[in-house]
């Protein structure tokens, strides 16, 4: 019966401190949420619902244009890193040879190394090459960041896969790319539409490499948002950071409905 006690103790505790967590990293997210729909500019109490500060939005040209943009190079930056990154996880599953270690390894440093360090470097090395700031650099600079996420989730999926599935194929007379083609790509494709999201979801958000490498007054919307709060803060930024937010769990949820990191699903 104490033993009994004490797990439940137990188990109301754990439940309690994650709780407690799970309300420090959403708490104020969902305070600015709630005030996108205070009527008062100030953040006057007692609340007024009113979604004033949504139609602002929607009818401010510049929030549009760069939202419209941040969606454009996001889903060019998907379409190369996850092709890229799909065809790297694969030669990297299916074949051996010297420095695959050191590569694998290499994937890591670009998640781990701040974006800060890593836009200033993009920066003098798109210069030195000629590229400059402009679309093409910031779009390179996405890409480069979510390679290792779509690479990483990818080959985890493989992890799960049979090789004597497709040496099966072969054996029947099926082509490498047949057996590729048949067989691998339908068992990996929850994998590479979760590398997709990531890749999207990295490109859309990223604000360093963006503020860095775009041409002035062609800016992301993440850095016109940055931007705006500088000239000074007003309810509108809450209310295009509560869609960015909202949008942005979605598309996490969905990647983590297509993958359980190397699980069955």
Request: charged residues 10%; without cysteine.
């Amino acid at each position: 019966m104490r033993a009994r006690n004490r797990s439940r103790i137990a188990g109301t505790l754990g439940r309690a401190y994650l709780a407690m967590i799970l309300l420090f990293l959403y708490a104020p997210i969902l305070v600015m949420a709630a005030m996108s729909f205070n009527a008062s500019e100030f953040y006057q109490l007692p609340f007024e619902f009113s979604t004033t500060w949504y139609e602002r939005m929607a009818g401010n040209d510049a929030i549009l244009r760069a939202a419209a943009r941040s969606i454009w190079i996001a889903m060019v930056v998907t379409a190369i890193a996850t092709a890229l990154g799909t065809a790297s996880a694969v030669a990297l599953w299916r074949y051996d040879f010297w420095g695959k270690r050191v590569l694998q390894v290499l994937l890591f440093p670009p998640i781990a190394i701040p974006w800060l360090i890593t836009g200033t470097a993009m920066l003098i090395f798109f210069f030195g090459v000629g590229i400059g700031r402009g679309t093409p650099a910031v779009i390179i600079g996405h890409v480069a960041l979510a390679l290792p996420y779509v690479i990483v989730v990818v080959t985890a999926r493989l992890a799960t896969f049979e090789r004597v599935l497709e040496e099966a194929a072969r054996s029947l007379g099926a082509s490498p790319w047949l057996a590729t083609q048949a067989v691998m790509l339908p068992w990996i494709a929850p994998g590479v539409i979760a590398g997709a999201l990531f890749a999207f979801a990295v490109s859309f958000d990223q604000f360093v490499i963006s503020y860095f490498l775009s041409e002035p007054g062609d800016s992301t919307l993440p850095v016109l948002i940055y931007t705006a709060i500088r000239k000074g803060f007003t309810p509108e930024i809450n209310a295009i950071s509560t869609i960015i937010i909202a949008f942005s769990m979605v598309v996490m949820l969905i990647a983590a409905r297509f993958t359980s990191f190397g699980g069955e699903r």
